[in-house]
């Protein structure tokens, strides 16, 4: 099992790139994060999101290969990880949210 991260700018962003995802290759969207910038409270800064997939190492790399070009095109695309076989506690930290909850549905 593979975990894909994309980090871009814009909730409405890291919707298009999930469908992108989701439509791509065979992954499962896992969650949609919110990333807090560690100067957030002193400048203006636009919101990051991360969108987290995870599948078959091929699915995973073909999936997130879509979603950067995607976010590439609308210049919102920050970066990027692929981890190829991730461990158990991995896979349940990559399902948390900032929220604190444990499930995207």
Same mark, same amino acid.
């Given at each position: 099992?593979?975990?894909?991260?994309? #980090? @871009?700018?814009?909730?409405?962003?890291?919707?298009?790139?999930? &469908?992108?995802? *989701?439509?791509? +290759?065979?992954v $499962?969207?896992?969650?949609?994060?919110?990333?807090?910038?560690?100067?957030?409270?002193?400048? #203006? @800064?636009?919101?990051?999101?991360?969108?987290?997939?995870?599948? &078959?190492?091929? *699915?995973?790399? +073909?999936?997130? $290969?879509a979603?950067?070009?995607?976010?590439?095109?609308?210049?919102?695309?920050?970066?990027?990880?692929?981890?190829?076989?991730?461990?158990?506690?991995?896979?349940?930290?990559?399902?948390?949210t900032?929220?604190?909850?444990d499930?995207?549905?």
């Open positions: 099992m593979a975990l894909g991260m994309i #980090e @871009v700018y814009g909730f409405a962003t890291s919707i298009v790139v999930a &469908d992108k995802m *989701a439509k791509t +290759a065979d $499962e969207i896992v969650a949609i994060d919110k990333n807090k910038p560690a100067n957030a409270e002193s400048v #203006e @800064v636009p919101l990051v999101m991360v969108v987290k997939c995870e599948g &078959d190492v091929a *699915a995973v790399e +073909a999936a997130v $290969e979603g950067i070009a995607e976010a590439k095109e609308r210049n919102l695309y920050i970066t990027s990880k692929i981890i190829s076989r991730q461990s158990e506690d991995m896979e349940w930290f990559a399902h948390m900032a929220t604190g909850k499930k995207l549905r």
